[in-house]
């Protein structure tokens, strides 16, 4: 296990405390250095508790652009947000597991093998194509409109709730970034104009605009306004 991975496991339980309790039991098994995590659902979750324990495995040790916190968060804060719009299990399991393809290199057909072919399919749609021979500044805006572009020709709703879950949890980590850091957080991104931040962010919002009577979508709609108002956004 990495470095520090015992600990960011350890601290990511607060987080699963979240997701889980609503739908399941948990027993913690605490031996030596080493947390051992038992989660206990009922009947239709066992596949949102394959996916968590996956997901706490793949991205065990590793760390989140920007704030340096732990990946597993994301993970388990996009299921969070999905549960609030859904209780469909498997649009659960692929919120958590949404990044495992294309931050971690989990192939499509590890990820079929294991969670079905509908995971898959919603984890993939919201895979970018990185085209990682290029430069990624060069291709950043058109590896967002390509996700633009998705949500628009989508009439799945699964699909619009991963993107949501997903999201919104990156803007709430972008406005405590930039409450505590200020302008400098942009720095930090392949596209380092805000104005182009918002661009997609608001475009994502307008495709998703099916799900705007929901708190998630009008918090990250609300969210948007917060981020970006300092900024010419045209608007």
């Known amino acids: 296990m990495p470095a520090g991975g015992n600990k960011d496991l350890g601290q990511s339980v607060i987080l699963l405390l979240a997701i889980t309790s609503y739908y399941c039991s948990i027993a913690f098994d605490v031996r030596s250095s080493d947390i051992k995590i038992t989660v206990r659902f009922g009947g239709y979750m066992e596949l949102i508790s394959q996916a968590i324990r996956f997901a706490a495995a793949v991205f065990d040790g590793k760390k989140r652009k920007g704030n340096g916190g732990p990946s597993i968060f994301h993970a388990?804060?996009?299921g969070t947000i999905a549960a609030s719009l859904t209780t469909d299990e498997e649009i659960l399991s692929a919120a958590v597991l949404h990044d495992v393809i294309e931050d971690e290199g989990i192939t499509p057909e590890e990820l079929e093998?294991?969670?079905?072919?509908?995971?898959?399919?919603?984890?993939?749609?919201?895979?970018e194509d990185k085209r990682r021979d290029l430069p990624a500044d060069a291709t950043w805006h058109i590896r967002?409109?390509?996700?633009?572009?998705?949500?628009?020709?989508?009439?799945?709703?699964?699909?619009?709730?991963?993107?949501?879950s997903d999201k919104l949890s990156n803007l709430r980590s972008l406005y405590v970034?930039?409450?505590?850091?200020g302008?400098?957080?942009?720095?930090?991104?392949?596209?380092?104009?805000?104005?182009?931040?918002?661009?997609?962010?608001?475009?994502?919002?307008d495709a998703l605009?099916?799900?705007?009577?929901?708190?998630?979508?009008?918090?990250?709609?609300?969210l948007i306004c917060r981020i970006f108002k300092r900024y010419d956004t045209g608007k």
């Open 76 to 78: 388990l804060e996009a």
């Open 113 to 127: 093998k294991r969670f079905g072919a509908r995971v898959k399919n919603l984890v993939n749609a919201e895979t």
């Open 144 to 164: 967002k409109q390509e996700a633009i572009d998705i949500l628009k020709n989508s009439s799945d709703t699964g699909i619009k709730i991963i993107f949501l």
């Open 177 to 181: 970034d930039l409450y505590r850091r």
């Open 183 to 205: 302008d400098e957080i942009w720095q930090q991104f392949n596209q380092k104009d805000p104005r182009e931040h918002y661009w997609y962010f608001r475009s994502i919002a």
């Open 209 to 222: 605009s099916e799900l705007k009577e929901f708190p998630a979508w009008q918090e990250y709609d609300s």
